[in-house]
């Protein structure tokens, strides 16, 4: 980012010839778009340029603090690059710890009472707290934690704090849930399956079948 910038002031001075490249750039910037060439080192985002600085500011503050202090008691899911081997390292790491066959583990979920990560105190004992996933399609009740009906005019809802957490396939028997498909986008999959990173597990009362014709679905990366 830091290069593109300085050759495109130099091309906007005259210095160097202005390549398709730093054109692309320097109309992206001025339309508030997020540019190309920036756009093919980042993960999958449908945000306009402001709201995509402010998502990468605080990435970068994920990955540093990550880096100096270990790893965070909420890790914020939205600003990893590939959020699925996240998932897969943290099964890989927990049938490593219990002697579980990788091939017959899983993981389910548990949406939590907390809102932001100051109601956290501290890492769960096993799996590990995740932010940022975004409810389309539906709402959420604080008091029973349940899917429900989704309010007027309002799309999308950001989620409590989510409980990933590992377990060996055998000895998952859920009742009153439904899948949720978690996307990086709201464009949700391409037809190659790219976009999906894992189900979630939502308490409902509710069929499965009345949230499917809803379309609901969770999202690490809305447009705003």
Not at 34 to 56: N, V
Not at 90 to 111: E, M
Not at 159 to 185: A, Q
Request: glycine content about 6%.
């Amino acid at each position: 980012m830091g290069n593109s910038l300085f050759q495109l002031r130099r091309a906007l001075a005259g210095e160097i010839g202005m390549s398709k490249d730093l054109d692309d750039l320097s109309t992206a910037l001025f339309n508030g778009e997020l540019p190309a060439m920036w756009r093919r080192m980042t993960s999958q985002t449908e945000k306009m340029l402001p709201a995509w600085m402010a998502w990468f500011e605080r990435r970068h503050k994920q990955y540093h603090q990550w880096a100096e202090f270990g790893e965070p008691k909420v890790m914020w899911m939205s600003g990893l690059q590939i959020p699925e081997t996240f998932i897969a390292a943290l099964v890989q790491s927990t049938c490593r710890a219990k002697g579980w066959p990788l091939d017959r583990s899983t993981v389910y979920t548990q949406v939590t009472p907390y809102k932001s990560e100051a109601d956290v105190t501290e890492k769960p004992k096993e799996g590990c707290y995740v932010t940022g996933l975004y409810l389309e399609g539906a709402s959420w009740n604080d008091q029973t934690l349940m899917l429900r009906t989704q309010d007027p005019k309002i799309l999308v809802v950001e989620l409590p704090i989510l409980h990933i957490i590992p377990i060996e396939g055998s000895k998952l028997k859920l009742t009153n849930t439904f899948r949720t498909p978690v996307y990086v986008t709201q464009a949700r999959r391409n037809a190659m399956g790219v976009g999906l990173i894992f189900e979630a597990d939502i308490a409902t009362t509710i069929h499965p079948s009345h949230w499917v014709l809803q379309g609901v679905a969770l999202c690490l990366n809305i447009d705003q």
